[in-house]
Nanobody, 112 residues
């Protein structure tokens, strides 16, 4: 059974940084099939980043995605955080069209 688990969220002031982690357990891990999404209160879930280096317009130049395959983990380094980055951040693994796995999410709160 595949499980996806995010960690690293928290509260930070505007201009600060956080690094999120997403670890996969089970039989499937392929960083190229993984990405980050976020959902703010009252808004739809939106794309944040995926491999090799695709980013949502609002985070380009501030966020960076990376992977440690040996640890079955991907990361999202978030710099120069803004209040509008406040959201629940989700990790997605989609090794095929039929198989999509989401984590439970990790809260990021940025105060001004």
């Amino acid at each position: 059974q595949v499980q996806v688990a995010e960690s690293g969220g928290g509260s930070v002031q505007a201009g600060g940084s956080l690094r999120l982690s997403c670890t996969v357990s089970g039989s499937i891990f392929r960083s190229s099939a993984m990405g980050w999404y976020r959902q703010a209160p009252g808004k739809q879930r939106e794309f944040v980043a995926s491999f090799p280096s695709s980013y949502g317009d609002s985070v380009k130049g501030r966020f960076s995605i990376s992977a440690d395959n040996a640890k079955r983990t991907i990361y999202l380094q978030m710099n120069n955080l803004k209040p509008e980055d406040t959201a629940i951040y989700y990790c997605k693994l989609q090794p095929s069209i039929e198989a999509v796995y989401w984590g439970q999410g990790t809260q990021v709160t940025v105060s001004s």
